[in-house]
């Protein structure tokens, strides 16, 4: 059995949520897969959240919502340790798809 680190999954997975706010698609499944996880209020959030970084012209934005997002996840991940596994598997696959648009690879 692997031992999972919440903190590091809740701030892989803040990180990931930050990136993908241009990305359409990954944020829309992104934001699905959180709702069914968290419920509709974490999917609204997260919503408020791309609205808040759309138009960011600097990194400053996206690395306050990236802390607030790490601290709302540890906190819930404290509360609700079996959800770190399915976060975890989300942002890894999110997280590989980042890369890939971001190098322009059409690799799975």
Avoid: C, Y
Avoid at 43 to 71: F, H, M, S
């Amino acid at each position: 059995m692997t031992v999972l680190h919440q903190p590091r999954v809740a701030w892989d997975t803040a990180r990931v949520f930050v990136g993908s706010v241009h990305d359409d698609d990954l944020f829309n499944v992104l934001s699905s897969e959180i709702g069914e996880l968290f419920g509709p209020a974490w999917q609204a959030l997260l919503g408020q959240t791309r609205e808040r970084l759309r138009w960011a012209t600097d990194q400053q934005p996206g690395l306050v919502e990236a802390g607030l997002w790490r601290v709302r996840l540890e906190e819930k991940l404290r509360g609700r340790p079996e959800l770190a596994e399915p976060l975890r598997s989300l942002t890894t696959v999110a997280a590989g798809r980042l890369r890939q648009r971001a190098t322009g690879s059409t690799l799975s």
